[in-house]
């Protein structure tokens, strides 16, 4: 059995990422720890399961969201509040008991619940349209709020004293609670009436008692539970692990003599100089980084031997066709995030002198940042460097945003809009935005991977200032040594079709490297290095 153990917490804290539909979604749910699940439930050729350690009330609507809703799981949440249910239960807000006279009033957002003129209770749902929180209000203040599992039961209730959350109770299915936590100073409290969890392995059931009644955290009441949990698992059982700093550290403590495979992605973890951590990761089986230069740097950093570490992008590859030349307007992406000020500034410029003697060019001035004013800061960024080159700060603007023509009754003198701010967070909308591009500028010291992966998708050609394994120079992309040299590489793709085309050429070649096939072969390896047996007619049954 191969057991995933993912990092899909909110921050530091146990407990999933959940957010009402309203809120803009400020990071992506993909992770590697997606990819892995989607590769082997896809390929059939090993048994595994996900082993949850964060309280996720709403993880069977995150599991559809990444296409694996049928992939098997044990929730340490679970076993501690004995919850049996498995399928998700349609949950009205009108089935709950709400007091005499209460009326609805539907807002576009959330819907209140008004009680003798009083605003009683606020219910917000999630992104499926499922109630995931209701908040109680006594005399304007929130006095409580219930979490609703998507099981159809309250999972989890805050109490509040005068705005401030004392603490929460994780409750059984009947109601009960369970666990009480603290959030003055963190501590545990058990239910002494119902001091049992509830394990499930291989079809059978084993409630045990906890050990105390208090606990200094949450970390040593999963620690517990999981610890039971492992001492029932098998010799030949591998645990792969997303490296992630909340339960790094507890997991060298459980897993010391388990076979491991520790994940690695986008600087997910952060190394730290805790002995056990480090031992760790010296100690594993087997290490899967995201990326070459990664996997340089972990060798170096941790004298990890060549056969023990590989670099598998968690993304494939896909041949796509772009809508690029459909339109137009010559786009060209600019990655903005994490820039260098002083190149920012330096790029700005140079495109601006550029663009002004070219017709039909935008740049795209790309951001996975989400906060809301992201767009008009950056706008007020580039308009400082515009200026600074004797530019006019009408290049760069939004759609929406009123143009200045030099002479109101003439609008074919309207100044074009040459720079405009695009926020994408998730996956999809990046795919959807980079279908447009014609060119993908990435001029940090480390390109995006996955941005890299769908450029080679779609044959977009790129420009960066490192080499990577997704680029061939002169090939699919130039690597740009000196920002002054920036015109001519446009030149290179954007005066005609014929090195755009050969690029095209070169990404196909290069996608073929990182196909699902590719991906699922690589992971085979992976496990019959660790496990010492050959599976390769199952891993090759699945590519089928």
């Not at 645990?239 to 600087?267: D, P």
């Not at 899967?288 to 570490?309: L, T």
Request: net charge negative.
């Amino acid at each position: 059995m191969l057991y995933f153990i993912p990092a899909w917490y909110k921050d530091q804290e146990w407990c999933e990422n959940e957010q009402s539909w309203r809120v803009r979604r400020v990071n992506s749910e993909f992770d590697d720890t997606v990819k892995q699940i989607q590769l082997f439930h896809r390929s059939g050729g090993y048994d595994y399961q996900i082993m949850l350690l964060s309280f996720a009330p709403n993880f069977r609507h995150f599991l559809h969201r990444q296409g694996i809703y049928r992939a098997p799981y044990w929730s340490c949440f679970d076993a501690i509040q004995e919850v049996r249910r498995k399928r998700v239960r349609v949950l009205s807000f009108h089935d709950l008991n709400w007091p005499e006279g209460v009326e609805f009033l539907y807002t576009p957002f959330v819907v209140i619940a008004m009680l003798c003129g009083e605003k009683y209770a606020q219910i917000d749902f999630g992104e499926d349209g499922n109630p995931i929180w209701i908040e109680l209000y006594r005399k304007g203040q929130i006095c409580r709020r219930n979490f609703y599992d998507d099981r159809g039961f309250i999972a989890a209730t805050i109490l509040y004293d005068k705005g401030n959350p004392l603490y929460q109770d994780y409750l059984m299915e009947d109601g009960t609670w369970k666990l009480r936590y603290y959030f003055r100073d963190g501590h545990v409290e058990i239910n002494p009436k119902c001091a049992t969890y509830l394990l499930e392995y291989r079809r059978r059931e084993y409630q045990l008692h906890f050990s105390r009644r208090n606990y200094d955290n949450l970390e040593k009441v999963i620690y517990e539970v999981m610890t039971s949990f492992i001492e029932r698992t098998q010799f030949t059982d591998i645990f792969c692990v997303a490296m992630h700093n909340l339960h790094t550290g507890l997991l060298a403590k459980i897993l010391r003599r388990e076979k491991k495979i520790l994940s690695f992605y986008q600087g997910r973890y952060q190394i730290t100089d805790r002995q056990e951590e480090l031992e760790m990761i010296r100690r594993a089986n087997y290490v899967v980084v995201d990326s070459y230069e990664s996997m340089k740097s972990m060798s170096r950093a941790f004298h990890i031997p060549s056969g023990n570490i590989t670099a598998i992008p968690p993304y494939d590859t896909r041949v796509e066709e772009g809508t690029s030349l459909q339109s137009g307007v010559q786009k060209l992406m600019l990655t903005v995030d994490g820039l260098d000020q002083e190149l920012f500034g330096d790029v700005i410029r140079i495109l601006g002198e550029y663009l002004q003697q070219k017709e039909g060019i935008q740049v795209c001035l790309f951001t996975r940042d989400a906060s809301y004013d992201k767009k008009q800061r950056l706008l007020k960024q580039v308009r400082v460097e515009l200026a600074k080159g004797d530019m006019t700060e009408d290049y760069a603007a939004e759609d929406d945003e009123k143009t200045i023509a030099e002479n109101e009754l003439e609008m074919e003198k309207k100044v074009p809009i040459l720079f405009k701010p695009v926020q994408c967070v998730d996956e999809l909308s990046v795919s959807k935005c980079m279908r447009e591009q014609w060119l993908l500028i990435d001029l940090r010291e480390v390109p995006e991977l996955y941005l890299q992966i769908n450029a080679v998708s779609f044959g977009i050609p790129q420009i960066v200032r490192k080499r990577t394994e997704f680029i061939v120079n002169d090939g699919n992309g130039i690597l740009l040594k000196k920002v002054e040299k920036l015109p001519g590489a446009l030149d290179y793709y954007l005066n005609g079709l014929e090195h755009r085309n050969e690029a095209r050429i070169f990404s196909y070649e290069i996608s073929r490297r990182y196909t699902t096939e590719r991906l699922l072969k690589m992971w085979g390896e992976v496990m019959n290095s660790v496990s010492k047996h050959k599976y390769t007619t199952d891993w090759e049954s699945g590519l089928e």
